[in-house]
Each structure stands twice: as C-alpha cells, then as structure tokens.
C-alpha cells in the first residue's frame, strides 16, 4: 500500500461528507416548498395551529422557512476551494448574500419564532440562544471580512455555518433518536432542541484548533 494512500482516504471522505451535505439541502429544499406559498395544512405548521391568527408569528415563520433555505446553500459554496480559487467573484456575491440573509432576516425570524417554539422554554431558549449566537458568529465573519484577516473570517464563517446546519442536525437527530429512548415525544423534541446547534458549534471548535495547528506547522 502506498504510503500516501491514506490521502486518497481523506478525499473520498470529504467527497461523501459534500454529497451527503448536498443532498441533505436538497431535502430541506423540498420540504420547505411544501409551504409555499403561505400554506398552513401541511408539515410542522400544523402543530402550531393556535398560531395561525398570530400575524406576527406567521410572518416570520414563513420567512425563516423561506430563507434559511438560501443560507445553506450560500453557505456551502464558501467552503469549496474551486469556488474560492477559480470564481472569487461569485464566492463574494453568495457570501455576501449568506451574511445579508442571515442579518436581516434569518436569524431575527429565527429569534421571534423561537418564542413560539413547542416543548416549553426548555427548548425555546436553546431556539432564541441558537439564532443570538448565529447572527454574532455571522457577523464577526463579516467585520473580519472588512478587515481583510481572511483567516479569522474563515473561522467565524465556520461557526456561523455550523449554526445553519442545525437546520439538518435537528431533524436527522429526531431520526436517530426515536428508535433509540423511550423518552415521550415531547422530551426527546427538547433534548434534540440543544444537540441540533451544541454539537455542531463543538465540531466546528474542533476544525477550527485542527486548521490553526495545522497553519502553525513548520511543514
């Protein structure tokens, strides 16, 4: 075996992990269409049907539905290097719309409707703590940006995403979950509330010490 196979590991594992979080956006696509426009009998929403003369919880649920779709898909096209390297000027039109979206739009629906959320405020307040620390982490990315300290905007960017992902996270959590404890629905929707964005900010930390030992090497 050739004693730089192991690279050749590396990259097929970061191919699936690209598919996989390809097709995974592409699932939320589709499910979020599902609302479009404005319908309120299917999926999730009709679970919040004391809601439904809320005008201000409507708005911005179907915002926040709407939009966190383009956050993902913005997001994941600042991470790949072609893009980065051959089309730097669409890495800046979609991160630049990442960033707007997420600002203005994502994170404060995503704050209001948190406010709503089922399961009490166990899991309204992993909601409202989730959007706070996604619009900072968004925003540091930003200044950094300005800044032009391209490494430290990389490693908020990291963050930020992380926190986007939790969109993915909460639900394959409930997936994997379910067949595993006998917590009643209601317990098991709080417990995965906090595992959709913790262990994903854990993660991204730990991307974030690999890159910087990884910067600071002499090799």
């Not at 730089?4 to 590396?10: M, Q």
Request: one cysteine or more; a positive charge.
């Amino acid at each position: 075996m050739s004693k730089y196979s192991w690279i050749k590991k590396i990259d097929l594992l970061k191919l699936f992990f690209w598919f996989c979080l390809f097709f995974f956006c592409l699932l939320l696509m589709r499910i979020s269409i599902k609302y479009f426009p404005l319908k309120t009998n299917v999926g999730f929403i009709r679970t919040k049907q004391r809601f439904f003369d809320d005008l201000v919880w409507k708005y911005f649920f179907f915002t926040h539905i709407y939009v966190s779709v383009f956050s993902l898909i913005a997001g994941l096209t600042q991470f790949s290097s072609i893009i980065q390297n051959k089309y730097r000027k669409l890495h800046r039109i979609f991160g630049y719309g990442y960033v707007v979206v997420i600002l203005f739009l994502a994170a404060p629906s995503g704050f209001i409707v948190s406010l709503y959320a089922n399961g009490g405020w166990k899991a309204q307040s992993s909601f409202a703590l989730l959007a706070v620390l996604w619009w900072f982490t968004t925003f540091f990315a930003l200044v950094e940006a300005k800044k032009k300290n391209w490494q430290k905007h990389e490693f908020w960017m990291i963050r930020s995403y992380a926190l986007t992902l939790s969109a993915i996270t909460l639900r394959s959590w409930k997936v994997i979950l379910v067949p595993l404890t006998e917590a009643s629905p209601m317990e098991l929707y709080r417990i995965v509330a906090w595992l959709s964005w913790t262990l994903n900010l854990l993660i991204a930390e730990l991307i974030i010490h690999r890159k910087k030992i990884t910067t600071n090497s002499p090799q």
